[in-house]
């Protein structure tokens, strides 16, 4: 064997040198050094192609938030907005905005940053874009100073309006103002100019990669330093792939779910997640029990009810994610939200795991088991199966699908898993085509509107894409979401108030069964960079992730935050 | 000779209409709507502006004309070099995907089926005339290809890479590093190489050694060779000609590797996070991402036809019985 060694080396030199030359030659030899490079994953499902703040969903990680900034932040600590690149806002009359924008801020071209940005931007809404709804109520947006707009709208909705204002970039009105709807849509915009802290330095299939900027006006408005020079964001591998990565301390941090993590965050002292005992990762989501309401059975609110209390969750939490997450709050509401949970309403009517109650309620509705199958049947006789869907490959989703069903069994109820593609499931459920399914497509946000927008949005279409799913019917429930809209941001008490009448309608009704709180999956490693994120008083409290949206509720105070290793 | 070559090259364009066709079908049957799980990514939120986009995306694709339209228009621009635009990787154009990971999956394939090929016969003539070889030689061979790939490789991985350290596990090459024209550069490409290159090359190997083994015991035992040896032909004159006979199962079976191999690649790449072809069609799949693994599987099939005529002018070469065949038919 020896002998042959040579030959093949000799080949592999030969084809290796080949399959350089479709690498283009730019950049340094010596590589980014390591002690000032933070490496990170677990945001991008694929390579680097665009780099277009309004393509969102497809842009390159960190594209908004490392390099296209918001006017605001919103603090979930503190429930509270930061001014970020707005110096202030005010709100004259309930139909009127005037934001002012802070001094000295400079696109990375040399070009300060004017009112007419945000005008623009705000004005790319025209077009077919994922924010084209705000024209829905806003009625005008106008330079009124050189740093200071002012949007009048025609409805006033401040929650729906703090969302854009806190979670979209502004983009600059010299290199924007002059698109037309295909370039807005598709130009990969290859050369991104913000006002962010990073710029683009280089990409590959595989990775993403920042270098900072030291011009940045943070540093001097906000004494914010970002630690790391260089950002390499890795595309997402197999999870053996990012496991194999992070033990090696070839990763800094993952924000991806990794089965078993919590051994490895025993075991190792060099990594480390928010929490040191369970659930160990903050929680971003809810994952629902979606019924479809067009269902006979599934329409029936007692037989949800049933459902609900069937659900032994624990079972899930300490199964198939080892205690990962945490039972979400029967409202399903998140922790940041906590100040708009009625509580006491909970305590009396919220549900828990209880199968004796599970079997009385589906007995007084009239689900009984009459032909002695083990299964019930509907109040008229019918026989009564349904199928739990979740997206094929998503393997914690379908062991907890596994234990639903076999909860349901216990208590009487036919439910059969199934794990259809993700892209069939979604036309399907788009469409009502399916019983039950477990979801979790909204999360964390400035306002629990986006929570109850997802739940109760009326009217139903033919096909409901953004929002309930479940296609519950309440008119009563999306007229209080609609006012919870209008509820100015600062009256949380108000708001509140709201939350409550609309939790007592969920609360008997159940549209949707709150789950889980899937996790804010983020694991560290403190070889390279330390002082990461954790519930240690003495180490900062913000989010340690790079996924999208959440630099806006304070991830990019993560990346100043961290320390180098001595 | 011409007309051999002809009849070939008449099967091997009807072969490739046939494959061209059905790989541009079988993506448009899958489940699911390209347009919309892009979408479905970029949340859009207003409904009505989602049906808009929508319908933009599927002009852009071409989606909304008929069937046989696109048909038609995937090979006009197949003969234009122009494979279309990826849906996954919007707004990329196919062909520059492709390129890219091109250089990642010959450069790893190439060596590893090569390599094997030639050392696994040698090892497998080897073996079948020495005993010692034979006792050690074929009960690894027997191991290494009953053991499940992907078990072999994730083993591989941890040995050689998180426990000894020696080569890394994941990438193509370091992510600390840009592609350049430096020393450093390619040894740091070459050690990310390594891993899965060794991976395919032992899996292989096994294969071809006992399948070259038993090939050469056969022709031993057949009759010319029990007449040479009768006439008292020396021992090693014997041999040479049962390695040359041996071998002509064993280019054949090469030929129908190369069709199989994507498919082990593919399983490599996601092993050992390569960026080579293998990923791009997992990817490709996942994302409906119709027009990135028709391009994939265009060039899939065009490197396996090529291979596979190669392969059939090298038996022309090689195996005299068909040489005379063709000269026969001529005269």
Known sequence: ?566 | MWRYIGRKLGIYGITFVVAVTINWMIPRFMPGDPVRSMLSRASVSDPEALERMTAYYNEVFGLDTPLHQQYFAFWAGLFRGDLGVSVWLYPEPVVDIILRHVPFTLGLLLPAIILSWIIGNRLGAFAARSKVLDNTVLPIGYILTATPYMWLALLLAWALGVVGGFFPTAGGYSFALTPSWTWGFFTNLVSHWFLPFLSMFVVALGGWAIGMRNMIIYELEADYSNYLQALGAPRRLIRRYAFRNAMLPQITGLAVQLGTIIAGALLTEVVFNYPGLGTLILNSLNNNDFFLLQGIFLFVVVGVLIANFIIDIVYVLVDPRTRVRMTGGAS
């Open chain 1, 1 to 566: 064997m020896r002998s042959l060694r040579l030959p093949a080396v000799l080949t592999a030199v030969v084809l290796v040198a080949t399959a350089c030359t479709g690498e283009s030659g730019a950049g340094g030899s010596g590589g980014y050094p390591r002690n000032e490079t933070l490496y990170t994953t677990g945001t991008a499902w694929g390579p680097p192609t665009n780099w277009n703040p309004i393509m969102e969903g497809n842009y390159a990680v960190g594209t908004v938030g490392l390099v296209y900034e918001p006017l605001f932040l919103f603090d979930p600590e503190e429930n509270d907005y930061t001014p970020w690149l707005a110096e202030s806002d005010e709100w004259p009359d309930e139909n009127t905005h005037v934001i002012t924008l802070r001094e000295g801020i400079e696109w990375t071209d040399g070009e300060p940053l004017v009112a007419e940005d945000v005008v623009t931007t705000l004005e790319l809404g025209h077009f077919d874009i994922h924010y084209s709804n705000i024209w829905d109520f806003v009625e005008s947006a106008e330079a009124t100073g050189e740093r200071e707009v002012t949007v009048t709208f025609s409805e006033p909705r401040p929650q729906e309006w703090m969302n854009w204002v806190a979670n979209r970039a502004i983009v600059p009105e010299h290199l924007w103002a002059d698109k037309d709807q295909a370039q807005v849509n598709d130009d990969p915009n290859a050369d991104p100019v913000g006002t962010g802290p990073y710029v683009y330095e280089n990409h590959a299939d595989d990775r993403m990669v920042w270098r900072r900027n030291d011009d940045w006006w943070g540093t001097e408005a906000l004494g914010l330093e970002m630690s790391a020079t260089y950002i390499v964001d890795i595309v997402n591998a197999s999870n053996e792939v990012t496991m194999n990565m992070l033990g090696n301390h070839e990763v800094d941090m993952s924000n991806n779910f990794l089965p078993g993590i919590d051994q490895v965050i025993e075991r190792d002292e060099t990594i480390t997640s928010y929490y040191e005992e369970p659930p160990y990762m903050r929680s971003a989501n809810t994952a629902w029990l979606i019924p479809n309401h067009e269902h006979e059975a599934l329409g029936d609110p007692e037989f949800r009810r049933a459902l609900a209390h069937a659900i032994d969750i624990d079972q899930i939490i300490s199964g198939p994610y080892t205690n990962l997450v945490e039972a979400a709050d029967p409202t399903g509401l998140l922790q940041p939200w906590d100040d708009y949970i009625d509580h006491e309403l909970v305590a009396e009517e919220g549900f828990s795991y209880d199968a004796d109650e599970a079997v009385r309620i589906l007995e007084d509705a009239g689900y009984v088991d009459e032909d002695g199958d083990g299964y019930v049947e509907t109040p008229d006789g019918e026989p009564l199966s349904l199928e739990l869907a979740v997206p094929s490959g998503w393997t914690d989703w379908m062991e907890a699908a596994n234990i639903i069903a076999g909860n349901a069994e216990e208590v009487g109820i036919d439910v059969t898993p199934a794990f259809p593609e993700q892209d069939l499931l979604i036309e399907n459920f788009r469409r009502a085509e399916f019983d039950l399914m477990i979801n979790n497509d909204r999360g964390l946000s400035n306002t629990p509107w986006t929570y109850y927008d997802f739940i109760f949005q009326l009217p139903i279409r033919d096909e409901q894409i953004t929002a309930n799913y479940a296609r519950y019917e309440n008119e009563e429930a999306w007229e209080l979401t609609e006012r919870l809209a209008a509820t100015p941001t600062d009256d949380i008490e108000g708001a509140a108030e709201i939350t409550s009448q609309i939790q007592e309608i969920f609360l008997a009704d159940l549209p949707v069964i709150p789950l889980w709180y899937n996790g804010l999956w983020s694991q560290s490693s403190n070889r390279v960079w330390t002082n990461w994120p954790s519930e240690d008083p003495d180490t900062p409290d913000s989010y340690a992730t790079m996924w999208n949206n959440l630099y806006q509720l304070g991830a990019i105070y993560t990346l100043a935050e961290i320390e180098p290793v001595e």
